[in-house]
């Protein structure tokens, strides 16, 4: 009777659902196991890795890092005002200090271009090594001086050949050119001169050397530039920049620093040159007016023959000493204010500085004067970064109009205050001279002579004295900042970085073969490990047969105690709880296509039975392509087949072996034409019947289920089924066999065995691993021995 409840204690274990197909997230087990399994293509792949990492480090070329520090001078930072804290907290009436403006300037496309035209940036000389070409910045042996050159030059390398000691050659594509040292060239690019410093010689026989514009070398050097403030609470400014050459790094630095600081004190002596110009232009009148007055003192004594004075004209003189220097003094400061106020008025000095070290007689005017020259100035500075159009420079517009609006009606009311004082003179001035008009009219034409000598003189003395202040003052300027650190070099390069490069070679070296393989089992066809098949059937694995080494057949005779064995006894073992019930013996093999390896399973598993004490026989039922009367080498003059059309009888169908007494084979017989029709002749189901009740164990192999429907015709006389996959060998897509035999139950109890396993950890399968109950550990001593002391390693490292 045949049981058809197809469920077995395994498929419980392997109900497959979607869950099923992610089972268990990431295996690290079976991770390391791959690994092991291919320790050697990880092995090489990282040596080659490690290789290429040393080759790039050796030959890459390096940046390096260089730092320098400056300090600022930053009112800002030492102001006092109470206050100023919270303000600072509210963001309140806040603007840009000292340090962040000058933060701006460094960083400024201006500066880079000076620092460009002073060290030749744009100009790179390169000399050819064995395998790469590297950069030469010191003891150059010549050096290009473009007297001209385009500005829309984008880049262009010249080769430059010595020949001899007074020659050379420059080309470059399509242009050859044959100079002497020192000679000009006309070029397309421009006009170029080619120095030879004798200092040091030529040493290679050619030269490279790439010319880019000044533009672009500028924004190339612009953007490797680093400048930032390190702490808010300091006024120190950090620079940096990266190059391969650490000399030429330093220099660049160095350079922009002296630059930075040079135009810092040029800012600040504007002031006094502008000041300076205004003395000179106004000497330059006095002298002429003290020049004339003289001149006029001169040629009235010689007219009149007045060698001295009278005693008369000295004494008035005497008493109207005092008044004479009150009414000089007030007109010096006249002078001055109509002067200022006149420099004012003009349009062209609203984006000049006024000059303040004229009127110091006046607190309040000076106090305005030095406002609206720091502020005058700090527009100019802006503009370096801004626009004019920027809201700071409009608001500094606004309030250097206002300054100036306030210098004026402070001029004005000066003026006005000095005309007072003058009036009040001259009135007093009336009465004085209706005294002089005592005197001769000729000593009073002298006296006026004098007093406007003395007028002359004394506002020529006060220029020449305000002239020297602002002189000096010029000399005492000082840059707004200091050089704490000059430009240095980190001793070790920037990048790239040595541990990184080769952290990134071992990363490589491992990521590349987990790459292989990933892609390897991604895109296989063919079943390799056991997540091949788990992840596409439901159907459970009975047990795993690893790889004949051995012609054998039969790998179980004579008590073998290879791994191999092992396996088959393991097999009997599992046989025992799918076949639970007393009248269930028959055993069905099958396949999904030839190769796979079912008939030396059959014949191994009927011969591991039969010496268990069980009588057992093995149906030979692949009627269209029969092998196992071959490999026992049985005669198939009759079988089966003869036996189904009542040619032979069962006595004569019924052959022993010389494997086991209690092993018998059916063979096929002749091929019939039509093997599925006999399978469904009486005869068939007489013939289960009886062997059913004649022996302890029926093994049926048939012909694979995926070609033709013979094992589905011999299912119903079945209760267990042994599905044969083939490691390597089996396509993954015929697992959808096996899912659809198992789904709908059109075979009894299917079991998976997997046949020719490869022992090893790579492919995710070993001797008894997963189903093999541990029988193939401990076993198989001869087969150990055999694979060498290296092998025994890699086993115990497996397990």
Known sequence: MVNNNHTN???????????????????????????????????????????????????????????????????????????????????????????????????????????????????????EGRFKKSEQFVQLPFTFEW???????????????????????????????????????????????????YTYPLNY?????????????????????????PNKQVSTIDLSITNTIPEKGERVLNVLMDTYMTASVEDKNRIVDSTIAFIDSRLSIVTRELAGVEKDIQD?????????????????????????????????????????????????????????????????????VERYNATQLERERLLMTNTETNPLIRNLDQQLAGMRADLRNNLASLKQGIQVSIDELNRNANSLNAKISEVPAKERIFLDYSRQQAVKQELYLFLLKKREESAISKSSNIAIARIIDPAKSDPKPFSPKHIMVYLIGMIMGVAVPSLILYLRELLGRRIQNKQDITSNTPVPILAEVGHNRDAEVVVVANNNRAPI????RAIRTNLQFILAGADEKVILLTSSMSGEGKSFVATNVAAILAMSGKRVVLMEMDLRKPKISEMLEVSNASGFSTYAIGKTSYEELVKPTNIDPNFFLISSGPIPPNPAELLLLERTDQLFTRLKRDFDYVIVDTAPIGLVTDAQLLGRFAHATLYLLRQGYTFKAQLQITKDLYMFRKLPKISLIVNDVKAGAANGYGYGYGYGYGYGYGYGLEDEQKKGMFKKKKKSLIK
């Open 147 to 197: 007297s001209s050159l385009k500005d829309t030059l984008d880049e262009v390398r010249y080769t430059l050949k010595p020949i001899g000691l007074d020659k050379f050659s420059l080309s470059r594509q399509n242009l050859v050119r044959t100079a002497a040292w020192n000679d000009t060239i006309q070029l397309p690019e421009g006009v170029l001169q080619v120095k030879r410093d």
């Open 205 to 229: 026989k050619e030269y490279l050397v790439k010319v880019v514009s000044v533009d672009n070398a500028t924004d190339d050097y612009k953007k490797k530039l680093d400048v930032n403030v």
């Open 565 to 568: 064995a092992e396996q088959f």
């Open 300 to 368: 009235f004594k010689q007219t009149n023959k007045l060698a001295d004075l009278t005693e008369q004209s000295k004494l008035l003189v005497s008493n109207t000493g005092d008044f004479l220097k009150q009414l000089t003094e007030q007109q010096v400061r006249l002078n001055v204010v109509e002067s200022l106020e006149s420099y004012m008025k003009d349009e062209q000095n609203n984006r000049r500085v006024v000059p303040s070290s004229l009127i110091v007689q006046d607190p309040t005017f000076l106090g305005i």
């Open 9 to 127: 204690g395994f498929s419980h274990q392997n109900n497959f659902t979607p869950e099923h197909e992610q089972e268990d997230g990431l295996d690290l087990r079976k991770l390391v196991d791959k690994v092991i399994g291919f320790w050697y293509l990880f092995l090489i792949f990282i040596v080659l890795a490690l290789i290429c990492s040393f080759l790039y480090l050796r030959y890459a070329t390096p940046d390096y890092k260089i730092s320098s520090k400056i300090l600022v001078q930053d009112d800002k930072k030492n102001s006092n005002m109470p206050g100023q804290e919270i303000l600072q907290q509210l963001e309140m009436f806040n603007s840009k200090s000292n340090v962040d403006n000058e933060v701006e300037i460094l960083k400024s496309r201006s500066l880079m271009e000076k620092v460009v035209r002073k060290v030749h940036l744009n100009i790179s000389y390169f000399v």
